[in-house]
């Protein structure tokens, strides 16, 4: 016998389904399972992100040391992230170089290690930097320009010493001053002395040239001083390897066409060829060092050990010369094929000693930090990817 129900209420249901039917007519999933589904999809849309290395956060009393580490290590996870594993690598070495001690320096090691490199050992400063080589290089060369000062003026004992005390004391009270507080660039240090010898040498190359007659020592050292100034101002649009690479390029840049001129012309090496191949040589090497160096990405030390190893190898060369008795042409060029040597199986064997570090300059086109805008770095800016090549126009802090 069929037992008929009761007829239901339209927007009813019966009684006992009224726990579940109710809910799903509603809004077709009961709000449990929403909830659960919504927690779900959050969670998963948040590993992705949590994944994602992130930098520490600017502070409000970051020294100059500081900002160049954050900077530094900014790039380095913008470098991770689009897959340029070697410019990361690099760009965090550059903000363990700039705060070794620093609150960026854990991360930026955890970084390298991520990328397999090389991660360095976290070390306490030693005061051993860039400062302390600029304050040294800068005492020398007071002394040196005092010394040309005392010789130029023709002075007495009294009036010499007058001048190597004020050289030396003022060039190194000053240069300690003039950097406290400031971040000093790698390269500086270097290219005060590429600027110093630089302008020497074309003083007395251009003296030579000229004829001048009589006490040349101030020419030499205004030349000189015009020189070490030239090169600090350059010094921060520079890297450490650009500067050893322009050491290196200016002096042998110099002195191989100058003996090979001296080859050429028959031994007469008091003519004027030999003096302008000199000249040329060292000209052209200051503009070709940071070019050679922007490919080759040689470090620093590497640089100054293979200039080393030409100035051996010149040696090892006129000792050769000296045992077997040969003289004038034969001597000149045992002295410049031993420094090609030299310069050749140096640069082989210190192929471990680092790459140089990041280029100074924003990865991009424009760089605006604290309201100043400045010119970034433009190889930085060009990014290769899958889908091609793109060009970063502006960065910094907004």
Known sequence: MLQRRPPVKPGFAPAHSAGLAGPVAAGGVPPVLRLVKWLLVTLLAAGPVAAQPVPPLAAANEDPGDVVARVRFERAVRAELEGRSEEAIREAQACIEAKPDGRFATAARELIGRLHGDVPEPVRSTGVGPRTELVIAATLSGLYLSTLMAAAT????????????????????GSILATSGARVPQSMPQMLENGLGYGTAVTLLGSAL?????NIAGIVAAGAGAGAVAGLVASPHLTGGDSAAMTATLVYGGLLPAAIAYLAGGGEGKGHPVQWAALAGSTAGIVLGPVLNSRLHWSRGRWNLTSLGGAVGALFGGGTAVLAGVSDRGAVALVTGGALAGLALTAALTGDFGSDEPRPGAASLLHLENGKLSAGDVASAVIASEKGAFLRVLDGRF
């Open 210 to 214: 000229g004829d001048a007659q009589g």
């Open 154 to 173: 023709t002075s007495g004992e009294k009036g010499y010493v007058g001048w190597l005390m004020a050289g030396t004391g003022g060039s190194l009270a």
